[in-house]
């Protein structure tokens, strides 16, 4: 048996071989470009949080441990004015969610060591850490009560299915099958958590020294976070459908008020369309909340609305914002929140009367790093410090610190490692779609490359179709460029950030001509002088592999394709995605069997009859989103036709979680690239290939 530091030096070297490089290092050098194996190294902040006197900020560092081929999380502690940083839960297991306490002496945190997920309580001043209770399920929500002597939270309750009939009485010792799964739940299955057990999310109640948490809601009925106490600790606030088709309604949840003593309900909002997030203000005058009317189109900004603590007197506060808000805390008498505004996403503060200051920029996401897209994570302490991640295109996120003088970054947790690495610069490429709206693009160069110099170029389409690319870092996009390629994305019509005009351009026409802002990208990075016209490939997953599939169905133009995990046919998608109400409600007017020619002339299927360009198809084995009998309806449909393609899948990978495992992440960008290489016709084709 080989040892396992063996192991992993021979996966490095398989890793490193998928991606060669523009020009070979010295003997003894560091490996300069960017490969597979650097996926095992890279650090992430994510879910800061700061103390409540803003002096100290708890965050969760994520570390790749190359041993269980996944990313583990640990809780550090960063003191904002000696920059000094610690680990304050950290070892075996995973530990994540830090919860300051009311008075900033203690910290809740969830964690799990492979078996039942644990609630604890950790005292700074002396170290001491009290586990609370082992849970049956994973808590979710933590929220401190305003006094500290009781934590809220969100679990599952275990449920009973469906029976019917009755199986024969099995004989002592008889091996026989597993009984019967019947399913009776509208959602019965979900990515990433796969096939749901009976059972519903509740709140829940237990003291901070320890004991039995106490259920607080009930019903056949989720109830979602975050959660909110008011000052008084007499009620909790959070969000659910309770209504009574509530499993067909996904979009109209309500702001509820639980009475911590009595378990008593009170529904705050009644509109039509989702009301979340909901936080009490300080002097519990006020809650703040986002939402919006739903109008089943594609697309709708959420907006951040205030009313009375009993519900009355409701009003948005950003609806000439045209973003769309996805994070609120209170901060004095103003509303700190986050939204995304052309492919950045921004924190500022929110007067009660509307008006809006600029707190920071930059944020992204410190958990996934495949793809480039925005996101990131703020909170902010009584006197307006805030906290938040954020990263740039060559280095994943870090955390910061705004609020009083000019941001201010806490940690380098890559700077190492990375500065003896050539990551690809990454710069904003001016593109004009055909009816003469400006679209943002971002290009990456391969590291070496000269000015002048035409390179291979690969078109990466993002998802959603409602979600949006910006300058942030992207394992995906670093591996393609270390490889010889430029690497072209961009936010065409339909994309978020820009306003919902811009994003509901494609309601009701998607795929449509979002395919013409992405051809006018890759004419843009031909006209500037890096692609080379001849040498063009396309790729992109979820709406992009979508797009992609779509793409080769019209044109040509592309050497190779390379579709992660599409939707091939709106018919059967709409019928076998997890959210199976959706499609249907969203995104056509009629049911699939009320006009099926709707769906089959929008979905990539229809043009199949047209592609000459050599396709991979892949996809995660346990994709609920984009079921993988999307993938292998259109992988047959190649075959059939006798296109070029192979079909990629990858073990228990869910839609989300396609790049999950840093070894199958790297693996995913070394298949795709290895079937461009196929088809390149450059000079440095027979190398790349070679290599």
């Given at each position: 048996m ?7 030096r021979?996966?490095?070297?398989l ?6 490089l ?13 490969t597979?194996a650097d ?6 902040a ?7 006197d ?8 994520l570390?790749?441990?190359?041993m269980a081929?996944?990313?583990?999380p ?17 070892g ?6 830090p ?68 199986a ?17 739940r509208v ?11 009976p ?12 004991g ?5 809601t009930?019903?056949?009925f989720d ?5 909110s ?7 909790i606030l959070?969000s659910?459908n ?7 309604e ?26 979340a ?21 594609s ?23 045209d ?14 929140v986050?939204?995304d505004?052309?492919?950045e996403?921004?924190v ?10 600029p ?7 410190g ?8 996101g990131?994570?703020?909170t ?5 410090v805030v ?10 996120a870090?955390l ?15 700077a ?6 050539a990551?690809?610069p990454?710069?904003?490429?001016p593109?004009?779609a055909p ?19 035409r ?8 998802g ?13 996009v ?11 994305y961009?936010?065409?019509?339909g ?11 494609i309601d ?11 051809m006018?990208a890759v004419?843009a ?11 063009l490939?396309v ?12 793409i080769v169905?019209?044109t040509?133009?592309f ?5 992660q995990?599409?939707?091939i ?19 056509f ?5 009320e006009d ?5 002339n ?5 043009l199949?009859?047209?592609v ?10 346990e ?9 292998e ?9 006798g ?6 899948k990858?073990?228990g990978a869910?839609h989300?979680g396609?790049?999950g ?31």
């Amino acid at each position: 048996m080989r040892s396992s530091s063996s192991k992993f030096r021979i996966l490095a070297l398989l890793l490193a071989a998928a991606s060669p490089l523009p020009a070979l290092a010295a003997p003894d050098a560091p490996e300069r470009a960017f490969t597979g194996a650097d996926l095992f190294k890279l650090e992430g902040a994510a879910d800061p949080q700061v103390s409540p006197d803003g002096t100290r900020v708890a965050y969760v560092r994520l570390s790749t441990d190359v041993m269980a081929d996944k990313a583990v999380p640990s809780i550090w502690l960063v003191d904002l004015a000696s920059g000094r940083q610690q680990p304050l839960v950290a070892g075996a297991g995973a530990h994540r969610s830090p919860r300051w306490s009311p008075d900033g002496k203690r910290i809740a945190y969830v964690s799990s060591n492979g078996g039942a997920p644990e609630l604890h309580v950790r005292w700074l001043d002396g170290g001491a850490d009290s586990r609370l209770a082992n849970l049956p399920e994973a808590p979710g929500g933590i929220a401190w009560a305003p006094d500290g002597r009781s934590i809220a939270f969100l679990m599952r309750v275990p449920g009973e299915g469906m029976k019917l009939g009755q199986a024969p009485e099995k004989p002592e010792g008889a091996k026989w099958a597993d009984g019967l799964e019947i399913i009776d739940r509208v959602t019965y299955r979900a990515d990433d958590a796969g096939y749901l057990k009976p059972g519903f999310d509740h709140l829940f109640l237990i003291p901070a020294e320890g004991g039995a948490p106490r259920q607080l809601t009930f019903g056949a009925f989720d109830d979602g976070g975050p959660l909110s106490w008011t000052p008084d600790g007499r009620s909790i606030l959070f969000s659910a459908n309770r209504g009574k088709d509530w499993e067909r309604e996904a979009n109209n949840s309500e702001v509820w008020s639980v009475d911590v003593g009595s378990g008593s309900l009170k529904a705050l909002t009644t509109r039509y369309g989702p009301d979340a997030a909901p936080a009490v203000s300080p002097d519990g005058r006020l809650v703040a909340y986002l939402g919006f009317d739903d109008h089943n189109r594609s697309y709708e900004n959420a907006q951040l609305y205030v009313m009375n603590r009993d519900g009355s007197g409701a009003r948005s506060l950003t609806s000439k914002l045209d973003r769309s808000i996805d994070g609120l805390a209170w901060s004095g008498n103003s509303i700190v929140v986050s939204y995304d505004d052309h492919g950045e996403k921004k924190v500022a503060r929110v007067g009660l009367d509307g008006s809006i200051r600029p707190v920071a920029g930059g944020l992204s996401n410190g958990t996934d790093f495949d793809r480039p897209y925005t996101g990131g994570d703020f909170t902010v302490s009584r006197n307006g410090v805030v906290a938040y991640t954020a990263s740039g295109t060559d280095r994943p996120a870090d955390l910061w610190v705004a609020g009083k003088g000019a941001p201010r970054k806490l940690t380098s947790l890559n700077a190492g490692w990375l500065a003896d690495k050539a990551m690809a610069p990454v710069r904003k490429l001016p593109v004009t779609a055909p009816d003469g709206r400006p679209i943002d693009a971002w290009l990456a160069l391969p590291p070496g490359r000269q000015p002048g110099q035409r390179v291979p170029l690969i078109l990466e389409i993002h998802g959603g179709p409602n979600a949006a690319y910006g300058p942030a870092f992207a394992t995906d996009v670093q591996l393609y460029a270390a490889h010889g390629y430029a690497v072209l994305y961009t936010n065409p019509r339909g994309s978020t950030s820009y306003g919902a005009e811009f994003a509901n351009l494609i309601d009701r026409a998607y795929p449509g001509t979002d395919y013409d802002d992405l051809m006018a990208a890759v004419d843009a990075a031909i006209a500037e002088g890096t692609a080379d016209p001849n040498n063009l490939f396309v790729t992109g997953g979820s709406g992009g592999g979508v797009l992609t599939a779509w793409i080769v169905g019209k044109t040509d133009r592309f050497k190779a394709a390379a579709s992660q995990k599409p939707v091939i046919n709106w018919l059967s998608e709409a019928l076998t995605m997890d959210g199976t109400t959706f499609t249907s409600c969203y995104w056509f007017d009629k049911k699939p069997w009320e006009d099926p020619m709707s769906y089959w002339n929008r979905s990539p299927l229809s043009l199949v009859g047209n592609v000459k360009t050599p396709t991979l198809v892949v996809v995660g084995s346990e994709d609920y989103r984009t079921p993988v009998s999307e993938s292998e309806q259109y992988y047959a449909a190649l075959q059939i036709r006798g296109v070029p393609t192979a079909l990629v899948k990858v073990p228990g990978a869910s839609h989300h979680g396609l790049a999950g495992r840093p070894s199958q992440s790297a693996a995913k960008a070394s298949a795709i690239l290895a079937w461009f290489d196929k088809y390149r016709t450059d000079a440095k084709a027979g190398d790349a290939a070679a290599k």
